[in-house]
Nanobody
Framework: QVQLVESGGGLVQAGGSLRLSCAAS????????MGWYRQAPGKQRDLVAS???????NYAHSIKGRFTISRDNAKNTMYLQMNSLKPEDTAVYYC????????WGQGTQVTVSS
């Protein structure tokens, strides 16, 4: 059983910052990649950022330069630092890991007010 616990979501004004965390526990053999998706109301779930076991990162164009993904391998924990937040960043943010199967977190709400 693999469990992902997300934290750090909330309400913030435009221009503010939030830091999301995703802690993985359970029978994790080897995490090859971790990342974040987000889903706004009425929209599909889209990739925000990902990071591999070798720390190669990939970002969606809409958040490049504002968000930073990182991971602490010793703690099986991943972070998403979100700066200069915009109202259009409002969504439920889901973390995932591939270990090697894909597991998802429960989601955390991020709301950015204008």
């Amino acid at each position: 059983q693999v469990q992902l616990v997300e934290s750090g979501g909330g309400l913030v004004q435009a221009g503010g910052s939030l830091r999301l965390s995703c802690a993985a526990s359970g029978n994790i053999f080897s995490i090859t990649a971790m990342g974040w998706y987000r889903q706004a109301p009425g929209k599909q779930r889209d990739l925000v950022a990902s990071i591999t076991s070798t720390s190669y990162t990939n970002y969606a164009h809409s958040i490049k330069g504002r968000f930073t993904i990182s991971r602490d391998n010793a703690k099986n924990t991943m972070y998403l630092q979100m700066n200069s937040l915009k109202p259009e960043d409002t969504a439920v943010y889901y973390c995932y890991i591939r270990a090697p199967n894909t597991y998802w977190g429960q989601g955390t709400q991020v709301t950015v007010s204008s």
